[in-house]
């Protein structure tokens, strides 16, 4: 087992020198030459300062040289990427710190885990394996502790069966007693024998001489430098059945070498290796949200006042407009409406049934329909009811699109010779005849002049401008004119066109043909377009309106959460940084922290989406007609989402791109 013919480790003029303060420069390891085999338990001794963390670090792969050479089972490491570093230092190196370094915030069996889950290893075996190693380790009654509330050599202890889990094979204990009591510091020291003794490679940094005197070899650097190296013991035959033993796969070689099982075991781990760090980081991100929850409230506030506002306006907003519309195409169809407009002062001549006819004559007109209106009283007996008179033809009806409910419209002989017949609106018909629904053949008073009743409209309800009109009645318009002493003028002709396409061009051959008619443009001219392009207006102005709310406080909330990542990555700084020297890939840390923003947005746009139909709900119950669309609720939830991937990238690559060595220093 030991003595390959080729050392494990073989490091070559290796310098690393730190620039700070710009143009100050250390030399932390200043030409390191250092060969050491599988399976030797290395002990690293020099004074404070002199480099021995620095050469522990670049061993791990946790920092990189500044110049020379450093490779492991052959592999040269300044050549790999930081990814794969990663994959090299989780598969090879487990960790053992001076301040144990364990995250806070998690059990200290998850603590255990944690290098597993990076590793890819399925829930179930890392569990069975944390377990069997807490057991070795005497940490049987405290799995579920979290790092506070053990003792230091407990932490410690934890720290050692977390750098097992991936069957580390190579143990880098970086002052592992330097924390603790004599007790507890000779624990730990047997339990690091121990590991070397079942053939794990072991490097363990002290400036202890009495804990250097437990190893093999004993290396003394000072500033930087070996000075010297030597054995300090002859090497032992690994121990036979040495509990540590069955603690873990013991990985032989890092890149090579695997036996069939652990290949097999491999590639399992492999599929599962996409899966096991987002499951980490989901659960991180919802222990983060809820250990701080009043922080997390008030940064969701934007997200959801932005979600809930776009939902309930669209919905609201969709409401009004289909009403507007409904109100509007009953009042009107396709009609261009040429009205009188008399000036004082100037001479004019009026609307007259001859002009209808002459517009009925343009192409792509199906008819018009000259109207003269006014106010007046009809009764029934004792009932009356003022009401608005329409003098019209019959195409009343066709330009309308208005049928009756009961009876039928006055004939053309009756539109020729002003018959006293009318057709009357619904309300009319309620208020003069209570006690029937068909009140044809019946005798009104218009204005005293006595009708009979042909039959009953259809029911039209409210134009667009509140006004009812079912409170009409049409009468024919020569009967207006010479029974009910009318002015004996039009007030408009309604042109009824066919291809809306055509409509500017018919409107102006309309214009045209009245300027020809009465020597200038004493009229104004009007389109149904119009009333629905002012409809598409508003429609615009109320989309920009829920754009722009909603827009911005969307914006709010997404600075919000860019704000409270960037505070949880710097509170977190050192998780990081243990995360990272427990295997995660930087590719794991952006996606940890994309995962918790996108889980923060998420919760506000599930709470904003709640809060906006709510909102539609409650303007819903008061009278509003509200039409909750799933689209556009739907865009608002995933706005949300894309919020938390957007505001969250920033900060995640902030701690993706932080240097393990730094960010485990911090505090
Ligand atoms: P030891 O672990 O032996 O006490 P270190 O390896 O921590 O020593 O440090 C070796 C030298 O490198 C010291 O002079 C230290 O100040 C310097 N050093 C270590 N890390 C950094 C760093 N990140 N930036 C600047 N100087 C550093
Ligand atoms: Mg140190």
């Known amino acids: 087992m030991t003595s390959p013919a080729r050392p494990l480790i073989e490091i070559r003029g290796l310098h690393r020198t730190f620039v700070s303060g710009g143009a100050v420069e250390t030399t932390a390891l200043d030409g390191i030459d250092l060969d050491i085999h599988e399976g030797e338990f290395v002990a690293i001794k020099g004074a404070s300062g002199s480099g021995k963390s620095t050469l522990l670090n670049v061993l791990g792969c946790l920092d990189r040289p500044s110049s020379g ?55 179930e075996v890392r569990r069975t394996r944390a377990e069997r190693l807490m057991a070795l380790l005497g940490l049987d009654d405290h799995r579920w502790k979290r790092p506070w509330q053990l003792s230091g050599g407990q932490q410690q202890r934890v720290a050692i069966a977390r750098a097992l889990i991936n069957g580390g094979s190579v143990i880098l204990a970086d002052e592992p007693t330097g924390a603790l009591d004599s007790k507890n510091s000779a624990e730990v020291i047997a339990i690091v024998r121990e590991l070397a003794e079942t053939g794990r490679t072991v490097i363990l940094v002290t400036h202890d001489a009495q804990v250097a005197a437990q190893a093999d070899r004993t290396i003394e650097i000072a500033d930087g430098r070996i000075v010297s190296d030597r054995a300090t013991k002859v090497a032992n035959a690994p121990m036979t059945a040495a509990p540590l033993a069955v603690a873990g796969d013991r990985v032989s070689r890092p890149a090579s070498g695997k036996t069939a099982s652990q290949t097999g075991a491999q590639n399992f781990a492999q599929v599962r290796a996409w899966w096991s760090p987002i499951a980490e980081a989901g659960r991180s991100a919802f222990a983060s949200i809820r250990s701080n929850p009043i922080r997390t409230g008030l940064t969701l506030l934007g997200v959801v006042i932005g979600v809930a506002s776009v939902v309930a306006l669209a919905a609201i907003g969709r409401g009004a407009e289909a009403e507007m519309i409904d109100r509007t195409s009953a009042l009107v169809s396709n009609t261009i409406m040429v009205t009188d407009r008399r000036e004082p002062g100037t001479s004019y001549t009026p609307l007259t049934p001859p002009d209808a006819a002459a517009i009925a004559e343009l192409p792509n007109v199906i008819a018009t329909l000259p109207v003269d209106e006014k106010y007046g009283v009809i009764s029934h007996g004792h009932r009356e009811t003022v009401t608005e008179i329409v003098g019209a033809t019959r195409d009343y009806r066709t330009v309308y699109r208005w049928e009756t409910r009961v009876g039928s419209y006055f004939s053309e002989e009756d539109d020729r010779r002003g018959s006293a017949v009318t057709v009357i609106g619904k309300t009319i018909a309620e208020r003069l005849f209570p006690d029937t629904p068909d009140p044809t053949g019946a005798t009104v008073l218009i204005d005293r002049m006595p009708f009979t009743v042909l039959g009953v409209l259809q029911e039209k309800g409210l134009s667009f401008s509140g006004e009812d009109l079912d409170r009409r009645l049409v009468v024919p318009l020569n009967a207006m004119m010479h029974r009910l002493g009318s002015r004996r003028e039009l007030q408009y002709i309604v042109v009824a ?26 009229f104004s001219i009007a389109d149904t377009a119009g009333a629905f392009r002012s409809i598409t207006d508003e429609r615009m102005a109320m989309n920009i309106r829920l754009i722009a709310i909603g827009g911005i406080s969307l914006l709010v909330g997404g600075i919000g959460i860019m704000n409270m990542m960037l505070t949880a990555v710097r509170e977190r700084t050192r998780e990081i940084g243990i995360r990272t020297a427990t295997g995660a890939t930087p590719g794991d840390i952006l996606r940890q922290f994309l995962i918790e923003a996108v889980v923060i947005s998420g919760t506000g746009g599930v709470v904003g989406l709640a809060i906006g139909i709510a909102i539609g709900a409650g303007a819903a119950y008061f009278g509003a007609t509200v039409i909750l669309s799933v689209t556009s609720a739907a865009l608002a939830f995933l706005l949300a989402l894309t919020l938390g991937v957007v505001f969250g990238f920033m900060p995640a690559r902030h701690a993706a791109r932080l240097d393990p060595v730094i960010a485990l220093a911090s505090e």
């Not at 052959?74 to 960790?95: K, Y």
């Not at 053992?96 to 915030?105: A, D, E, K, P």
């Not at 500017?504 to 009465?518: F, G, K, N, Q, S």
């Open 69 to 123: 050479t450093y490779r492991i089972a052959g592999v040269d490491t300044t050549r790999l990427g930081t990814a794969e570093l990663a994959h090299l230092r989780q598969r090879t190196f487990g960790f053992v710190f001076q301040r144990y370094h364990l995250i806070n915030g998690m059990t200290a069996i998850d603590n255990v885990e944690l290098p597993a889950i990076y590793g890819g290893v399925p829930k």
């Open 497 to 522: 066109i066919d291809d809306m396409e055509m409509l500017t061009t018919t409107r102006d051959a309309v214009r045209a043909l009245m300027v020809e008619r009465h020597g200038r443009q004493d």
